[in-house]
């Protein structure tokens, strides 16, 4: 393990941190690979380019971090190449950053975002980032928190976060973004029953896609369905209740309702202070995430604990052994 104040900031790392700030997309894409990596002089260059990005970020809120999620099949690509086209002719910066559901084995990602999303990558405005969640909890990359502010270091105004809707990844993404936005397609048959009630719980604003042509009347059922749905839910916040709309990529409907409530979202959050709030708390929950994930990577780094690993884990597995004294055992050898 090499610490920070044991390395200075290397040269190469100094023209990157140039780059960044001068809008610079190539070295943010460079910037991004250096973040990501797991090889530990790498890590600490990371952490210095990082601390500099900070400073310079420091105290500006006129960025907007956008989670969006939904199911396969949901709209979510067709809808954020629709979206991030509004967004660019409004003269704003989008970076795309895609959480993908990675091969938890080989690390790999199975979906390839800019092929997605070719009219959008064309653009001189807009970076678009696949990341492969390496198997990390429910498909959010550890580092996806730092790219944001790579991201608004290099002049992007608004970072939309994209994640498949599964579960625990949206969790992730939710202590990540100032708004999350769920995109629900007009499915027949009981949706609600299907849709994670938590999901749904954790979204500012739900949006129906593709309400156009025949699918308009099962979009205004679902929308209707939904209102009802988040009236009787625990408000997640008290100073918002969400917001309903419908939305077509194909024909542009509610594209504007969308940016409508997603404007009135922030403001509302900043007019009672939530906004700064809610950033700085989101802050304190990613300290305890690399806390606990480089714990973990040392209790299984660590000599003594991998010898004996195995043999505990096939014990708590045959029910031999309990699984709290399986982990006394190995704690104890840890600490």
């Known amino acids: 393990w090499i610490h920070v104040h044991m390395v200075r900031m290397s040269q190469a790392t100094r023209k990157l941190l140039a780059g960044?700030?001068?809008?610079?997309?190539?070295?943010?894409?460079?910037?991004?690979?250096?973040?990501?990596?797991?090889?530990?002089?790498?890590?600490?260059?990371?952490?210095?380019?990082?601390?500099?990005?900070?400073?310079?970020?420091?105290?500006?809120?006129?960025?907007?971090?956008?989670?969006?999620?939904?199911?396969?099949?949901?709209?979510?690509?067709?809808f954020i190449e629709h979206f991030g086209q509004k967004l660019i002719k409004m003269d704003h910066k989008v970076a795309v950053l895609a959480v993908d559901p990675s091969s938890t084995r080989s690390g790999g990602s199975i979906l390839g975002d800019k092929t997605r999303m070719q009219k959008l990558?064309?653009?001189?405005?807009?970076?678009?980032?696949?990341?492969?969640?390496?198997?990390?909890?429910?498909?959010?990359?550890?580092?996806?928190?730092?790219?944001?502010?790579?991201?608004?270091?290099t002049g992007y105004d608004i970072i939309l976060v994209e994640t498949v809707g599964v579960g625990q990844s949206e969790v992730g993404v939710s202590n990540m973004v100032d708004v999350f936005v769920l995109l629900v397609p007009p499915a027949a048959?009981?949706?609600?029953?299907?849709?994670?009630?938590?999901?749904?719980?954790?979204?500012?604003?739900?949006?129906?896609?593709?309400?156009?042509?025949?699918?308009?009347?099962?979009?205004?059922?679902?929308?209707?369905?939904?209102?009802?749905?988040?009236?009787?839910?625990?408000?997640?916040?008290?100073?918002?209740?969400?917001k309903v709309v419908q939305v077509s990529s194909i024909t542009n409907h509610g594209m504007d309702d969308v940016?409508?409530?997603?404007?009135e979202f922030k403001e509302c959050?900043?007019?009672?202070?939530?906004?700064?709030?809610?950033?700085?708390?989101?802050r304190a929950v990613w300290l305890w995430s690399h806390i606990e994930d480089r714990l973990l990577r040392r209790f299984k780094e660590d000599t003594l604990v991998s010898q004996k690993l195995?043999?505990?884990?096939?014990?708590?597995?045959?029910?031999?052994?309990?699984?709290?004294?399986?982990?006394?055992?190995?704690?104890?050898d840890f600490f």
């Open 269 to 282: 959050m900043i007019d009672t202070r939530v906004f700064d709030q809610q950033r700085r708390d989101q």
């Open 189 to 242: 048959g009981d949706e609600l029953q299907g849709m994670k009630k938590g999901i749904v719980e954790l979204a500012d604003v739900v949006a129906i896609t593709k309400a156009d042509g025949d699918l308009l009347p099962a979009a205004r059922r679902i929308q209707a369905e939904y209102t009802s749905a988040v009236k009787l839910m625990r408000p997640k916040r008290e100073v918002w209740a969400p």
């Open 310 to 332: 195995s043999d505990i884990e096939k014990k708590v597995v045959e029910g031999l052994v309990t699984p709290f004294v399986g982990a006394d055992n190995l704690l104890k």
């Open 121 to 153: 990558a064309q653009s001189e405005n807009v970076f678009i980032r696949p990341s492969p969640s390496k198997g990390a909890l429910g498909g959010v990359t550890r580092s996806t928190n730092e790219v944001i502010l790579l991201c608004e270091a």
């Open 20 to 78: 960044l700030l001068q809008g610079n997309r190539a070295c943010l894409a460079k910037a991004i690979t250096l973040v990501e990596s797991k090889h530990p002089l790498h890590r600490v260059q990371s952490q210095w380019l990082l601390t500099e990005v900070l400073a310079h970020c420091r105290g500006r809120n006129n960025t907007y971090r956008i989670g969006l999620s939904g199911a396969p099949g949901a709209g979510k690509s067709t």
């Open 259 to 263: 940016w409508a409530v997603l404007e």
